[in-house]
Structures are given as structure tokens and as C-alpha cells.
């Protein structure tokens, strides 16, 4: 490590308390969603972008979402830049500056809006996530501005709305209105996720498909089947034919976790109000988690052919629509910001990277289906949206050491 990248790791570790004030501040106030009952971000994000500018990071522009439903007229989307010698391979860190609401209040040992520091942790709804790895960007970026030091590589960070209810106001407005913020050179990082070490780097996540069925009978009195035609059978004969197809999309793939596809039906809304009723009509919703190899086609046609079988066997119709559908997005582990971030981990943390996929779904993959290589990775206990959600103070310092590594390109 050079004399300089020593200073900014010096820097870093002795600023961690400023973090924990940045992490006070932005979870006081509440950046919640309308879907949430709440008013957007921007009195967040201008508590946060005050704070930035009078510690010395001054290069902001806004790419604000309109939306009539909060009293500001936008959702904030804020990108903090900070020159490097050479822009052409900028270094992005991308965090959401959305929550979730504190849930069950009486569940937490202290008020969820206000961040409280005990053993090395700082309590708060928001604190991890995504605080936590909005901070660290801004540590790696107050590093070299303080100093004075300049980076190799632009530093880019970018705040975030809307992330939490699907990014439509937030990563994906700015995908379809300001694509050119993002190129095809960029090491582009999302700090939403992880693990403890932060050695994991997650590169691929499993296409979404959320269906619901309709299946339509004849409802009868629970004495008369003969009358009738039960849809509630029929919809539990449907769901596990989905359940099975399990065995049709067989392929397994060891960068996820299960390995499988799945096919998974959850929510089932009311059919009838009484137990002496025979179900006319039964809507069942399932969730579907599908491995890279296969396309949302494949199993689309499979999903028509079961609703077919069932409705032939049990004399109903069924309908079917679509709720949500991602296809598969993956960044290749030969990717320059998937390597250059394992090299960094090496060489700040002495780590060996273990690249990953997940069946959920972040901004990542929006990226990814634009052509844009893109990695989530941070270091963190996973306590998201949970009573007494908490950051690691030390994680905030070791991650702002990777980025600062990759701004600077120590790892070389």
C-alpha cells in the first residue's frame, strides 16, 4: 500500500464518530413511502445533502422523480461527485435513502426514529439499511476530499429514492429518463446487502415471476356438491401442480442458495363466509424463483398447460395474470467490478471474495438487463426491517476502506 492510501485508511478509522452523527441525523427523519403512509424523502435527503456540503463535498446534482402524492412535489435521487484523475472508469456507490415503517413499536428496546450507539452499534429503523452502506460511501469519499488527496477514479455516490416499494421513482426513473449517468466502464456497487465478513459478492439474481390465479366453479350448498363445483379443489389440485413444476425446471446452479428454481404458492384471499358454502370462485397467488438458464417464457407456457389440465379435470376455467415478472439478471464473475472489488477485499481485508446468487430482487438487476455490470455487496449482520435494527459502526469504516481501495485502485 502506498503512503498515501495509508493516509486515507488512517483517515478513515479515526472518522467512524462522524458516521455515527450522519447516521443520528438521517434517522430522524422519517423516508418513508406513500405506499407506507409516508412523505417521500426529500426532507431526508436535504438534511443529508446539507451535511455533505458543510463537511466539504459540494459537487450535487439532483435527478428528482416527480410524484403529486408528496407535499414536495419529487422523490430525491442525489449524486455526490467527487473528480478523479481519470473519469473514465467512475467508481459508483448507490444507496436508497428509503425505509421501511418501525413495524411492531412495542418490539423495539428504544424509539425506532431515534439512533442510539451501545457495544459498537447504532440502533435505528434505517440505520443498516441502507444507511449503512450510504455512509460508507461517504466516508471513502470524505477521505480523499478532506485530504485533499485527489482520487484516481472518479467517486460517484448516488442516493436513492424509492427503493423499498420498486424503484420506480428511485434506480429505475433514472434508468429510463438520465441513462447516460451510468456507462459500460463504471464499477458500479450497491451496498444493500451481505454478510458479517463481507466477503460475499452477490453477481446474480433468479428471474420473478408473481402469478395469480382465478379459478372460476358453480358455488352450492356444502351438503350439495352434486350441485356444484368446488373452485377451492380444484385451486389446491392447480397449486400443486405449480409447486411441481419444480421437477419440469430441474436444473440447479451452486451460485444460489437453494440451487433450484421454486415455485412457491403463498397468498390465499377469502373465497366464501361460511363453512357450509362450496367455493364458487378461489384466487391463490404463487411466487416463482427462476434459475438464469431458464426464460420467463418457458415457464409461462408450463403454467398454461397445468391450468389447463386442472380445468379439464375438474370442469372449472382459470384465469391467470401477471403481478410482477424480472427476468434473470447476472453480472459475469470476469467482470472488471466484480474482480477489481475481490482484489480489494484482498487486499484491504486479506479476504478471499466467494461470489453468490439470491432469489430476491434489487436494483442490481435493473442494471444488469441495461448492459451494465453491477455487483451488491457490503459488510453487515442482516437485521433489515427487523425490531431494533442496528449498523456496525466498524462495518462502515471497513467498507469505506474496499471503496476507497477501488477509487484509488490500491489493489494493482
Known amino acids: 500500500m502506498s503512503e498515501q492510501f495509508s493516509r486515507i485508511q488512517s483517515y478513515i478509522e479515526s472518522h467512524v464518530p462522524d458516521m455515527a452523527e450522519l447516521e443520528s441525523l438521517l434517522t430522524r427523519h422519517k423516508a418513508l413511502a406513500p405506499e407506507n403512509g409516508g412523505d417521500g424523502e426529500s426532507e431526508k435527503c436535504a438534511a443529508l445533502e446539507q451535511w455533505l456540503a458543510a463537511h466539504g463535498i459540494t459537487d450535487l446534482k439532483h435527478y428528482d422523480a416527480p410524484d403529486a402524492r408528496v407535499s414536495s412535489g419529487v422523490r430525491p435521487n442525489l449524486v455526490a461527485t467527487v473528480p478523479g484523475i481519470d473519469d473514465s472508469e467512475r467508481v459508483w456507490v448507490c444507496a436508497?435513502?428509503?425505509?421501511?415503517?418501525?413495524?411492531?413499536?412495542?418490539?423495539?428496546?428504544?424509539?425506532?426514529?431515534?439512533?442510539?450507539?451501545?457495544?459498537?452499534?447504532?440502533?435505528?429503523?434505517?440505520?443498516?439499511?441502507?444507511?449503512?452502506?450510504?455512509?460508507?460511501?461517504?466516508?471513502?469519499?470524505?477521505?480523499?476530499?478532506?485530504?485533499?488527496?485527489?482520487?484516481?477514479?472518479?467517486?460517484?455516490?448516488?442516493?436513492?429514492?424509492?427503493e423499498e416499494v420498486g424503484s420506480a421513482y428511485g434506480m429505475n426513473f433514472l434508468l429510463e429518463k438520465h441513462s447516460p449517468l451510468f456507462s459500460k466502464s463504471d464499477r458500479i456497487l450497491i451496498p444493500d446487502g451481505g454478510d458479517p465478513q463481507g466477503r460475499t459478492i452477490e453477481i446474480a439474481e433468479k428471474?420473478?415471476?408473481?402469478?395469480?390465479?382465478?379459478?372460476?366453479?358453480?358455488?352450492?350448498?356444502?351438503?350439495?356438491?352434486?350441485?356444484?363445483?368446488?373452485?377451492?379443489?380444484?385451486?389446491?389440485?392447480?397449486?400443486?401442480?405449480?409447486?411441481?413444476?419444480?421437477?419440469v425446471f430441474s436444473r440447479k446452479d451452486s451460485l444460489f442458495e437453494p440451487s433450484c428454481s421454486t415455485f412457491e404458492p403463498t397468498m390465499r384471499l377469502q373465497n366464501v363466509s361460511g363453512v357450509n358454502i362450496i367455493p364458487g370462485e378461489d384466487v391463490f397467488c404463487a411466487d416463482?424463483?427462476?434459475?438464469?438458464?431458464?426464460?420467463?417464457?418457458?415457464?409461462?407456457?408450463?403454467?398454461?398447460?397445468?391450468?389447463?389440465?386442472?380445468?379439464?379435470?375438474?370442469?372449472?376455467?382459470?384465469?391467470?395474470?401477471?403481478?410482477?415478472?424480472?427476468?434473470?439478471?447476472?453480472?459475469?464473475?470476469?467482470?472488471?467490478?466484480?474482480?477489481?472489488?475481490?482484489?480489494?477485499?484482498?487486499?484491504?481485508?486479506?479476504?478471499?471474495?466467494?461470489f453468490i446468487g439470491i432469489g430476491g430482487g434489487t436494483v442490481a438487476a435493473g442494471l444488469r438487463r441495461r448492459g451494465l455490470d453491477a455487483v451488491v455487496w457490503s459488510s453487515m449482520d442482516s437485521c433489515a426491517h427487523q425490531p431494533n435494527e442496528y449498523a456496525v459502526l466498524k462495518n462502515i469504516s471497513r467498507d469505506a476502506a474496499t471503496i476507497a481501495c477501488m477509487a484509488w485502485k490500491a489493489y494493482s
Not at 428496546?109 to 457495544?119: C, F, G, L, Q, R
Not at 408473481?210 to 385451486?235: E, I, Y
Not at 382459470?318 to 470476469?334: G, K, Y
Open 207 to 247: 428471474g420473478i415471476l408473481w402469478l395469480k390465479f382465478r379459478v372460476k366453479g358453480t358455488q352450492a350448498h356444502g351438503s350439495r356438491p352434486d350441485q356444484g363445483c368446488n373452485a377451492m379443489t380444484a385451486s389446491c389440485d392447480l397449486a400443486l401442480r405449480i409447486h411441481a413444476l419444480s421437477d
Open 96 to 162: 436508497h435513502l428509503d425505509v421501511v415503517p418501525a413495524g411492531e413499536e412495542s418490539l423495539w428496546e428504544s424509539d425506532p426514529w431515534t439512533a442510539v450507539e451501545k457495544d459498537g452499534k447504532m440502533y435505528g429503523r434505517g440505520t443498516e439499511d441502507n444507511q449503512q452502506g450510504l455512509a460508507s460511501g461517504v466516508l471513502a469519499a470524505l477521505a480523499f476530499v478532506r485530504q485533499e488527496i485527489q482520487p484516481r477514479r472518479t467517486l460517484k455516490l448516488l442516493f436513492m429514492a424509492d
Open 288 to 354: 416463482c424463483r427462476i434459475l438464469p438458464c431458464y426464460s420467463l417464457d418457458e415457464v409461462r407456457q408450463k403454467v398454461r398447460e397445468a391450468a389447463s389440465k386442472t380445468e379439464k379435470a375438474y370442469g372449472v376455467t382459470v384465469d391467470v395474470s401477471e403481478l410482477q415478472a424480472e427476468c434473470a439478471s447476472e453480472t459475469p464473475r470476469e467482470s472488471a467490478v466484480a474482480q477489481e472489488l475481490a482484489q480489494s477485499l484482498k487486499a484491504v481485508h486479506g479476504l478471499d471474495a466467494r
